[in-house]
């Protein structure tokens, strides 16, 4: 892997696609090649196969163009932002597929003409990632960083017209992520027109709501075959559906949990748990489903109210599970909220209850790099913070790792009386190295910290996030 000179300053990282292609891409979005080259994002539930005809709607730097045309596809690439268009164009000239893949620099909208296309401004979001037509998108990411955001006319083209380009009978594969635009793009469509279409797999966003999206798909004669909710900050999903006159599978019949509630709290205050927006998949009549609340695996209450207030004991980490059941138990006694049960679903959460005190001090010492080990001399205490725009804003559930090696200037650490003090709690430090972890740390917030002693001490420290281990 090498480093380039990029457009208007970016940072271009030269690397190897597993079946040897040579790609460009801009530095810190190479975890697009791990989803869609080693977890198969797109091609979960069917596998694209020599000649397929595949749209790819969303093309970024041409990451899954490229792999489908390695499976064998012919490619119509459709991407509204000018540099990565650009990467697109040399990706696809580079690893000589011309032939395969046909471009489009526009983004597609309800209708033809031009279009805004909205971009984060911020050296911490690179602006390929979330370049978007809707405005509502940008601000969701925001509050994770204090953000301009651009603006600039693109060209655009409906649905129709975009299928109008497309000469082959049938398309395997309609994949959207548009940042938010999808609901926009299938609006702009209508059922005679995606007869020709096989398969729509899409990202949802969290910025329309995703029964709707799910109620659209249908109209347009599609059956969902798989649904997942994803678990990290930007509220992502994932939909697969099958033309009803292609479809192999049966639909899915789960009903879809989807748990809104702030990631953090202060200490005292009341939060709303709101489960309105989750759906049946089978019923348009939301009064089907049934809901159960389980805070830091509590038994929880069977209820039809899908809004629950909750008042926090304690402070730190707390883990909130929503369970969906779509129907109504015939007694008390049957064990409905299963997941072996068709009818059932469930989203977890976690959320931080703060100190009303909790936050930097004026002399906090800020921990910028990542994987740094950084060496201290503390007299009695020391305040850091790691400031939330230098940790990794990842799509799933990570958790802060602390690496710690505490060593007393006399005697041993066990009788040193050191302490790792967080969100008011106090912790004592029993070993010379320890590693302590916080899950699903609030991704717009700083984490603060401190530690302190009577006496003088010398103290290590690195700190690195990861994902969380699966509950």
Same mark, same amino acid.
């Given at each position: 892997?090498?480093?380039?000179?990029?457009?208007?300053?970016?940072?271009?990282?030269?690397?190897?696609?597993?079946?040897?292609?040579?790609?460009?891409?801009?530095?810190?979005?190479?975890?697009?090649?791990?989803?869609?080259?080693?977890?198969?994002?797109?091609?979960?539930?069917?596998?694209?196969?020599?000649?397929?005809?595949?749209?790819?709607?969303?093309?970024?730097?041409?990451?899954?163009?490229?792999?489908?045309?390695?499976?064998?596809?012919?490619?119509?690439?459709?991407?509204?932002?000018?540099?990565?268009?650009?990467?697109?164009?040399?990706?696809?000239?580079?690893?000589?597929?011309?032939?395969?893949?046909?471009?489009?620099?526009?983004?597609?909208?309800?209708?033809?003409?031009?279009?805004?296309?909205?971009?984060?401004?911020?050296?911490?979001?690179?602006?390929?990632?979330?370049?978007?037509?809707?405005?509502?998108?940008?601000?969701?990411?925001?509050?994770?960083?204090?953000?301009?955001?651009?603006?600039?006319?693109?060209?655009?083209?409906?649905?129709?017209?975009?299928?109008?380009?497309?000469?082959?009978?049938?398309?395997?594969?309609?994949?959207?992520?548009?940042?938010?635009?999808?609901?926009?793009?299938?609006?702009?469509?209508?059922?005679?027109?995606?007869?020709?279409?096989?398969?729509?797999?899409?990202?949802?966003?969290?910025?329309?709501?995703?029964?709707?999206?799910?109620?659209?798909?249908?109209?347009?004669?599609?059956?969902?075959?798989?649904?997942?909710?994803?678990?990290?900050?930007?509220?992502?999903?994932?939909l697969y559906a099958e033309h009803s006159s292609h479809r192999r599978r049966q639909p899915r019949k789960k009903p879809v949990a989807i748990l809104e509630i702030p990631s953090e709290i202060i200490f005292g205050n009341r939060v709303m748990a709101n489960a309105g927006n989750s759906f049946s998949a089978r019923s348009p009549v939301p009064e089907t489903l049934c809901y159960k609340?389980?805070?830091?695996?509590?038994?929880?209450?069977?209820?039809?109210?899908?809004?629950?207030?909750?008042?926090?004991?304690?402070?730190?980490?707390?883990?909130?599970?929503? %369970? +969906? =059941?779509?129907?109504?138990?015939?007694?008390? *006694?049957? /064990?409905?909220?299963?997941?072996?049960?068709? #009818?059932? $679903?469930?989203?977890?959460?976690?959320?931080?209850?703060?100190?009303?005190?909790?936050?930097?001090?004026?002399?906090?010492?800020?921990?910028?790099?990542?994987?740094?080990?950084?060496?201290?001399?503390?007299?009695?205490?020391?305040?850091?913070?790691?400031?939330?725009?230098?940790?990794?804003?990842?799509?799933?559930?990570?958790?802060?790792?602390?690496?710690?090696?505490?060593?007393?200037?006399?005697?041993?650490?066990?009788?040193?009386?050191?302490?790792?003090?967080?969100?008011?709690?106090?912790?004592?430090?029993?070993?010379?190295? %320890? +590693? =302590?972890?916080?899950?699903?740390?609030?991704? *717009?917030? /700083?984490?603060?910290?401190?530690?302190?002693? #009577?006496? $003088?001490?010398?103290?290590?420290?690195?700190?690195?996030?990861?994902?969380?281990?699966?509950?």
């Amino acid at each position: 892997m090498s480093t380039v000179k990029g457009l208007k300053g970016m940072k271009i990282v030269v690397s190897k696609l597993p079946n040897n292609y040579t790609i460009e891409i801009i530095k810190r979005t190479e975890t697009m090649i791990s989803g869609i080259w080693g977890d198969n994002f797109y091609e979960r539930d069917y596998r694209i196969k020599g000649g397929d005809v595949v749209i790819d709607i969303g093309a970024n730097q041409g990451i899954f163009t490229l792999f489908a045309v390695h499976r064998g596809a012919r490619v119509y690439a459709v991407e509204p932002d000018i540099q990565n268009y650009k990467i697109l164009e040399r990706n696809i000239i580079h690893n000589n597929v011309t032939g395969h893949v046909t471009s489009f620099c526009c983004a597609i909208t309800r209708k033809d003409g031009t279009a805004a296309l909205f971009t984060p401004d911020s050296e911490y979001f690179c602006p390929s990632t979330f370049a978007s037509t809707e405005f509502s998108h940008l601000q969701s990411i925001s509050k994770y960083n204090n953000m301009a955001i651009k603006m600039s006319l693109v060209k655009a083209l409906s649905l129709e017209s975009l299928l109008s380009n497309v000469t082959e009978d049938t398309i395997s594969i309609l994949k959207i992520n548009a940042e938010g635009a999808e609901m926009d793009i299938l609006l702009g469509a209508h059922a005679h027109e995606l007869h020709r279409v096989k398969r729509i797999v899409m990202e949802t966003h969290a910025v329309y709501p995703e029964k709707e999206l799910y109620r659209l798909v249908g109209e347009l004669g599609f059956e969902t075959i798989s649904y997942e909710k994803r678990h990290g900050m930007y509220n992502t999903g994932y939909l697969y559906a099958e033309h009803s006159s292609h479809r192999r599978r049966q639909p899915r019949k789960k009903p879809v949990a989807i748990l809104e509630i702030p990631s953090e709290i202060i200490f005292g205050n009341r939060v709303m748990a709101n489960a309105g927006n989750s759906f049946s998949a089978r019923s348009p009549v939301p009064e089907t489903l049934c809901y159960k609340l389980k805070i830091d695996d509590s038994e929880g209450e069977v209820t039809c109210d899908p809004r629950n207030t909750i008042q926090f004991s304690e402070k730190g980490p707390h883990r909130i599970v929503l %369970e +969906v =059941f779509d129907g109504q138990p015939q007694n008390k *006694e049957d /064990d409905v909220f299963s997941p072996d049960n068709e #009818d059932y $679903d469930c989203a977890e959460k976690i959320v931080w209850v703060f100190a009303p005190d909790y936050g930097p001090s004026l002399s906090a010492f800020f921990l910028i790099d990542r994987y740094k080990y950084y060496e201290f001399t503390v007299s009695h205490r020391k305040d850091f913070i790691i400031p939330a725009y230098k940790r990794s804003h990842e799509w799933e559930k990570t958790c802060i790792s602390l690496e710690i090696k505490c060593e007393p200037h006399e005697g041993d650490v066990t009788s040193a009386g050191i302490y790792f003090v967080l969100n008011g709690m106090e912790r004592r430090i029993k070993k010379t190295y %320890e +590693v =302590f972890s916080f899950p699903c740390f609030p991704a *717009e917030s /700083d984490f603060c910290f401190s530690f302190r002693s #009577d006496f $003088d001490f010398r103290l290590g420290l690195l700190w690195c996030t990861k994902q969380c281990p699966d509950s």
